[in-house]
């Protein structure tokens, strides 16, 4: 849906460019940033150009650090 609008857009405007940068609460847990980073690299694959960051959205002092992340995020890579 996102290339279509995209390609869409370069129709009227040939130099339009979009990337995203996705975000999600890692406070939801180890299982949900797994999942997300899972859909993300599967994201990359298909639309490698287009997808261009991940963002663990909350506040480190109240939340586990990225660091306890680790595991899921190098297995995204």
Known sequence: MIQGIIDEAKTRCPHFEMT???TSYKMVGQAHVTKILNHIK????????????????????YTPLISEYMPSILGAI
Do not use: A, F, S, T
């Open 20 to 22: 995203l940068i996705l």
């Open 42 to 61: 599967l994201g990359k694959e298909h639309y490698p150009d287009l997808v261009v960051g991940y963002d663990m959205v909350n506040e480190e002092e």
